[in-house]
């Protein structure tokens, strides 16, 4: 049974993300601690898929966040401008001139190579997304006025401050009073709710949130820490993923969660930093789909992987309204992805069509 996707015809935008983006500044093959320079990039987990669907998709997509007015601010706004995405529900705050108040995100990453692993250092206190409340954003205006067939939020903007579960959940429930599919990236991140009530608060706004989520999203720790439901046999390392297991937990899942449409995770065993077997699978109307496989993918940039197979996934959903065809655009989308720099996608639907009917890296001329 498909998933009811509004039509293209009456919504103005074929998905809308609210979330966090950041400043990513990226020492290239160096590290963070002794680089003396970085390359700028935009990102955030859930803009990321918004981006990739704008840019590598088609589709017409919005962002929902906010900055504070300064010049850091705008340039991020111009990264997003590059990328496609419209900026018309970019909520922007008086900067006080010194970030006592107020101010934009900052993300140095790490890529890691071989035994040494990525590593991120966010330094995005008291930002501007961080501070919206309830209210503060007219969902009826996105979602009822000017419509949207896709919803995408997760749960790295949930546990950014007090107030951004609610501001999630009145999104939320506004998608869904107008007939808009919500999906959910669980996206846990111990960091940022370390001081923020830790797992046990984790848990209490993910599993209230979820109560609004067609589409969930996130691999075997992600369901464990944020939705409380354990995966046998996955060991610290996350070395090796148990299929089987995975999928026992997804039928308690649904179970607990009948709202569930769909579930989907990667499947990412990570033999090195530049090295990780990568698959993908999709829980959809009773049935499991399993995606092509990677083995031994060879990665540049792992950063927005993840969220690059979201993008796939639900342009697979919206132009194909099949979970074959879902898991599997997620699947080599989120591997183009992570051959390349930055947090966001430099793949053309053309290269993700012919990776997945079976194409190779054989030089195009």
Not at 159 to 171: C, F, I, Q, R, W
Not at 296 to 304: K, N, P, S, T, Y
Request: hydrophobic share 40%; charged share 25%.
């Amino acid at each position: 049974m498909a998933i009811d996707i509004k039509s293209p015809d009456s919504c103005e935008y074929g998905c809308i993300s609210l979330g966090e983006v950041m400043l990513r500044l990226d020492p290239g093959e160096g590290r963070v601690h002794t680089t003396r320079q970085f390359t700028a990039w935009e990102g955030g987990g859930e803009y990321n898929v918004a981006r990739g669907l704008r840019r590598c998709f088609g589709l017409k997509t919005a962002v929902v966040t906010a900055f504070a007015d300064n010049p850091v601010g705008r340039l991020v706004e111009d990264f997003i401008l590059q990328g496609g995405v419209d900026t018309d529900f970019i909520k922007w705050v008086e900067y006080d001139g010194i970030g006592r108040e107020v101010r934009n995100g900052l993300n140095f990453t790490e890529r890691g190579f071989g035994i040494r692993g990525a590593v991120g250092c966010p330094d995005r206190g008291n930002t501007a997304a961080s501070q919206l409340k309830p209210g503060d954003i007219d969902w009826e205006e996105i979602f009822g006025k000017r419509g949207a067939q896709w919803f995408h939020t997760g749960g790295i903007y949930a546990a950014l401050s007090a107030t951004t579960p609610d501001v999630v959940l009145e999104a939320v429930k506004c998608a869904k009073k107008h007939g808009t599919i919500v999906s959910y990236d669980l996206n846990y991140r111990p960091s940022l709710w370390k001081d923020f009530g830790g797992l046990a608060k984790c848990q209490e706004v993910n599993r209230e949130i979820a109560q609004y989520v067609d589409v969930m999203i996130g691999n075997e720790e992600d369901f464990t820490a944020c939705l409380g439901f354990e995966v046998e046999g996955v060991d610290e390392n996350i070395s090796h993923i148990p299929v089987e297991a995975f999928k026992k937990m997804i039928g308690t899942a649904i179970k607990q969660f009948p709202n569930f449409k769909a579930t989907a995770t990667t499947l990412r065993a990570v033999k090195t930093a530049t090295v990780n077997d990568w698959a993908a699978m999709v829980w959809h109307d009773g049935e499991f789909y399993e995606s092509m496989q990677f083995p031994e993918l060879e990665i540049m940039d792992r950063v927005g992987g993840g969220d690059s197979f979201a993008s796939g996934l639900i342009y697979g959903f919206l132009s194909e309204n099949d979970p074959q065809e879902a898991v599997d655009y997620g699947c080599v989308h989120g591997a183009l992805a992570m051959t390349t720099p930055g947090d966001t996608t430099m793949a053309s639907l053309k290269e993700v069509k012919k990776i997945k009917a079976g194409g190779g890296a054989r030089v195009d001329r």
